[in-house]
């Protein structure tokens, strides 16, 4: 994801004067936006940087261990942020068009309020500010979008860990892997009827020396003929750095299948996670989907590096959401393979291939988020998951290798000897106060990863490998004002 520096939103404003001149007929104006402020402690038990992820102490501002993997129901938004939108579009009378232009960034408030500690460009996040024009006709309804900054949002997948596309390397999710500065683009949708297709480009840069240009392009067609069924599917291939393998340029490239039924209430799994920003409400019934990702990615042979490697993967969920007078539910399973959870960090070493000799095992997750409803301004909200993370054993080492723990794009780590995989728990439990314009959200959450080890020191020159403790206790409020 983009920073956003003063220059960058100059440029912006001028966009937004340019495109929206008084000859304007008919001008509609409209400011969103969503100034967020949590104030707590990821980890009450411990206020230290030895902690996975690091417990920076209680504090305002928004903290690594507030979220949670089952987030991943939630999709992109850290709805801990600060957020401005502000959307400016303008009616032609004689034509059925429509011209705008939306201004959307993320602000860190915690460090605007520490005046020095950080630069200025490390404040201010795009979250998609684009420039647009839709129209509509007999043909169907035509949308084109410009992104100048950044294209994060613009992702395959509902589920955020079946997702591809993303351009985020600050959080180390970019499918173009080490690029500089933002990711613009563009993106071209037309639907007629029950038919929708949707067509992204996208542009990186990488950093110096090699400075060279990276294109990436995204397809996806959904077919819905009736509001109790939807076909969606997808397909996406983007370059890696020429610098990455030694065998030439690679490329990553997926391909996405998802069928739903009832998909009005499946849809809702695309909204937040986080108690302040929960998923919209459902009408009653039950609603079901399975999705599906293939994965390819083109690398350097592990065992012969001026090889290349056709490197497959693969993801596989299972949503569910049921909706009754009182009760709100939804809950998701899902597998990845190791090389999927790599995706935007390919590899044990960056570029190449996992071994062809050791024995992997794939991830598993179950994830389940339910709400009280009926209650005034009063929703509680429970959240939690399980998960067994990935891992990869080595073969043919003496002696025998120990099997590596898969988190995610360089996060691994050797289980500890003799020991077994364990699972990971985490839970939330969250009140949400609808105070309009106002919300205010506590909440209460709970971690225990029995698979995270580190090297301690054991005497002098010696240090071993143990678990580190795998239990966090963490509470908070977020206030949120709405605009």
Do not use: N
Request: one cysteine or more; hydrophobic letters at 45%.
């Amino acid at each position: 994801m983009a920073r956003v520096g003063p220059c960058s939103i100059a440029l912006a404003a001028l966009c937004f004067v340019t495109a929206f001149a008084p000859r304007s007929r008919a001008t509609e104006t409209e400011l969103r936006g969503r100034l967020a402020w949590v104030l707590g402690d990821a980890d009450l038990t411990r206020a230290d940087r030895t902690t996975v992820p690091v417990s920076e102490g209680f504090g305002s501002g928004d903290r690594p261990g507030y979220a949670l993997f089952f987030d991943a129901l939630a999709a992109r938004d850290r709805s801990r942020r600060s957020r401005l939108e502000l959307e400016l579009s303008r009616q032609e009378a004689f034509v059925d068009a429509r011209a705008f232009a939306v201004l959307a960034l993320d602000v860190d408030l915690e460090a605007l309020l520490a005046p020095g500690e950080r630069a200025p460009s490390d404040l201010v996040e795009d979250r998609g500010t684009r420039l647009g024009v839709s129209t509509a006709g007999s043909a169907g309804r035509v949308l084109v979008e410009l992104y100048p900054v950044d294209t994060d949002g613009l992702r395959l997948g509902r589920l955020r860990d079946l997702d591809f596309g993303a351009t985020d390397t600050r959080r180390g999710e970019s499918s173009f892997f080490d690029v500089e500065g933002g990711v613009p683009g563009g993106r071209v949708v037309w639907q007629r009827g029950w038919v929708r297709a949707e067509l992204v480009g996208k542009v990186a840069r990488t950093r110096s020396p090699s400075d060279e240009l990276l294109f990436g392009a995204l397809a996806r067609l959904t077919v819905a003929p009736g509001a109790a069924f939807s076909i969606d599917l997808g397909g996406g291939c983007v370059q890696h750095p020429s610098t990455l393998s030694e065998s030439g340029r690679g490329f990553s490239a997926v391909a996405r299948l998802r069928l739903a039924a009832f998909g009005a209430r499946v849809r809702a799994l695309e909204q937040r996670g986080f108690p302040a920003e929960a998923p919209r409400s459902l009408g009653p019934g039950l609603g079901l989907a399975v999705e599906g990702v293939g994965l390819v990615q083109r690398l350097d042979d592990a065992e012969r590096p001026s090889t290349p490697r056709l490197e497959p993967g693969w993801a596989f969920a299972v949503s569910g959401a049921y909706a009754a007078p009182r009760v709100e539910t939804w809950m998701s399973v899902w597998a990845r393979s190791p090389s999927f959870v790599l995706r935007y960090g390919p590899g044990l070493v960056p570029g190449r291939s996992l071994p062809r000799r050791g024995r992997a095992q794939s991830e598993v997750s179950v994830a389940i988020l339910s709400r009280l409803r009926g209650l005034g301004a009063v929703t509680p909200e429970l959240g939690a998951g399980i998960r067994i993370p990935a891992t990869f054993t080595p073969a043919g080492c003496c002696p025998p290798a120990e099997p590596l723990v898969l988190h995610g794009p360089g996060d691994y780590a050797p289980l500890v000897a003799g020991r077994r995989r364990l699972l990971r728990f985490e839970a939330r439990l969250g009140l949400v106060l609808e105070l309009s314009p106002v919300k205010i959200a506590p909440f209460v959450l709970y971690r225990r990863d029995g698979s995270r080890s580190a090297l301690v020191p054991d005497g002098a020159f010696v240090r071993v490998r143990r678990f580190v403790r795998p239990d966090a206790i963490g509470a908070g409020v977020a206030v949120i004002g709405e605009l």
